[in-house]
């Protein structure tokens, strides 16, 4: 197809695929994609009894900011698009866990497929998304998992099995209330990891805390960052203070520039856990 394709990690129950290029190179690509669909299809009904065939299904994932272009004024663009292509399209009502995006659902023929995928590029082309955008990004399939004595342990039938080494040093690292090493020092490394986690490992960790204490008291922490540096930690258009903020669960306020200082003030508030976490991003970024 000529278009850049990449695939998001394995260890989850969906997986994104993101399709880069051209607008032709994007068809081409979601062509294949629509066939190779219909002939799993196809395979998994010559062994079956049903008799009706069931339609293509793609879920797209679409920043909430261009969503209101896609449905357009009193619904007139999606029903305009559903009518001239034959593809259902749905457009989810709720933004995807911890991300800034919507589930954008078509089904149909492969070739009703591709035609619906082509008119929502020109949307999308259009109407830029609006501000900073936060990735959806799967969480793994997590079994429960319960902290003791330091270590944390999945449940696996009736036993808990001691879970592996990285979730349990997130736990503690999360449960220490003193600072990080500071800025400039190197980053606090674990035993036989590098110093920075897998996104995966991060993100499912926001949750599990949470149920740890029923409501832990709020408190605030400052850090001063240099100037040089503040821009790494914002990102662009904020995604990665945005970021940070959703993982870590704390508030994270950035004080103004102020004239002949060489250093930024940011305040962290949060529960201890929350302030952990979040001073623990910011170092690593």
């Known amino acids: 197809s000529g278009a850049r394709i990449n ?28 066939y190779k669909f219909e002939e799993d299809i196809t395979n998994s009904m010559s062994n079956s009894t049903a008799t009706s065939k069931p339609p293509v299904t793609l879920r797209l994932v679409v920043p909430a900011s261009q969503c209101g272009s896609l449905i357009g004024k009193g619904g007139s663009k999606i029903k305009e698009i559903r009518e001239s292509t034959g593809a259902q399209v749905q457009v989810a009502g709720d933004m995807l866990p911890n991300s800034t995006e919507r589930a954008v659902t078509i089904s149909g023929t492969p070739d009703a497929i591709i035609q619906c995928v082509k008119q929502i590029c020109v949307v999308m082309l259009e109407s830029p998304p609006k501000g900073a955008t936060i990735p959806y990004r799967p969480k793994p399939a997590s079994t429960p998992v319960i902290f003791a004595g330091g270590q944390a342990y999945t449940i696996q039938g009736q036993y808990a099995i001691p879970h592996p080494d990285q979730l349990t040093k997130l736990h503690q690292l999360a449960m220490q209330q003193t600072p990080f090493t500071p800025l400039g020092q190197t980053t606090p490394a674990f035993p036989g990891t590098s110093t920075t986690l897998p996104l995966q490992a991060i ?17 605030t922490h400052e850090l001063t960052i240099p100037n040089d540096l503040i821009g790494c930690i914002i990102g662009r258009q904020g995604t990665k203070i945005n970021e940070i903020r959703q993982m870590s669960g704390a508030q994270i306020k950035i004080a103004n520039a102020t004239e002949g200082s060489s250093e930024r003030q940011i305040t962290i508030t949060g529960t201890p856990a929350n302030i952990s976490l979040a001073q623990y991003l910011i170092n690593a970024r």
């Open 7 to 34: 695939i998001s990690e394995g260890n989850c129950p969906e997986r994104i695929v993101t399709i880069t290029g051209p607008t032709d190179a994007i068809f081409k690509a979601f062509a294949m994609i629509a």
């Open 203 to 219: 993100t499912i960790f926001p949750c599990i805390c949470s149920g740890l204490d029923a409501s832990p008291p709020a408190s």
